[in-house]
């Protein structure tokens, strides 16, 4: 794609997978690549080293997205470090931890919304300035099927915050549509990932494989394509509030 030769593009939770995945994969198609994380340094260093070995730009910046002050600090970090962004990744997010919905208390519904919702909203608001009219300017949030199927047991507040993801992309795509910034968003299924290392038991995790039709868990590096996909304005140009399921069938809207 060669559309998206010397983009500047922002990932956030980059560090590991899907985002990790994503940074790598704009990297082949010659996009510079600011790599955020949170807390995985070596792991963020190591990605930022296979997007030079690309031939491309990459630098890490630190912060904890699920703090406004941070991703203010952050995008201002990362428009200092390259001049400008066309294409950011809204994938930082997670679990935090598994709790029943009616056993969740205010402090891990702060946590799982913050990390997954408000996270996402205030980076996008404070990156917005400088995206809108510039050319094939895009804004990818990562959401999940989990918006559509509520989850597995106790990722309920995941889900839910999820499902805010992929509202909110179609109320941004039609706020920015005559700004000329695309937003789209892509859900994955069952992706092996660290999420589920850290938070789903075996047992779990090989009911929820049982249920896919492909019968298999889904890769990290498999996101990817449809990322570029939304990305590309020479693919996508016409595509806006849209959000691309990547399951291997579970899901099927």
């Not at 099927?145 to 309920?156: K, V």
């Amino acid at each position: 794609m060669q559309d998206l030769k010397g983009k500047i593009v922002l990932v956030t939770g980059a560090s590991s997978g899907i985002g990790a995945a994503i940074a790598r994969t704009f990297a082949k198609q010659g996009s510079h690549v600011a790599v955020h994380y949170r807390s995985q340094r070596e792991a963020a260093e190591a990605v930022a080293r296979d997007v030079r070995a690309q031939g491309c730009e990459a630098e890490i910046f630190q912060a904890d997205v699920s703090e406004t002050a941070e991703t203010n600090r952050l995008a201002a970090e990362v428009i200092a470090r390259f001049g400008h962004l066309d294409i950011l990744v809204n994938n930082a997010g997670g679990f935090v931890r598994r709790a029943r919905l009616s056993e969740a208390d205010d402090a891990l519904i702060d946590a799982v919304f913050h990390l997954n919702a408000r996270s996402m909203l205030s980076l996008t608001r404070a990156l917005l300035p400088g995206m809108r009219g510039r050319p094939g300017a895009a804004i990818i949030n990562m959401t999940s099927q989990a918006a559509r199927t509520g989850a597995s047991p106790g990722a309920g507040l995941y889900a839910s915050t999820k499902a805010y993801v992929s509202t909110f992309t179609r109320a941004l795509a039609k706020e920015l549509a005559r700004d000329g910034v695309r937003v789209n968003a892509v859900a994955p299924g069952v992706i092996a990932t660290p999420i589920h290392d850290a938070h789903t038991s075996p047992e779990l995790l090989k009911s929820l494989e049982a249920g896919i039709p492909m019968g298999r868990l889904g890769l990290a590096e498999e996101c990817s394509g449809a990322v570029l996909f939304l990305a590309s304005e020479q693919l996508a140009s016409y595509v806006t509030g849209q959000i691309i399921e990547v399951n291997g069938g579970s899901v099927m809207p």
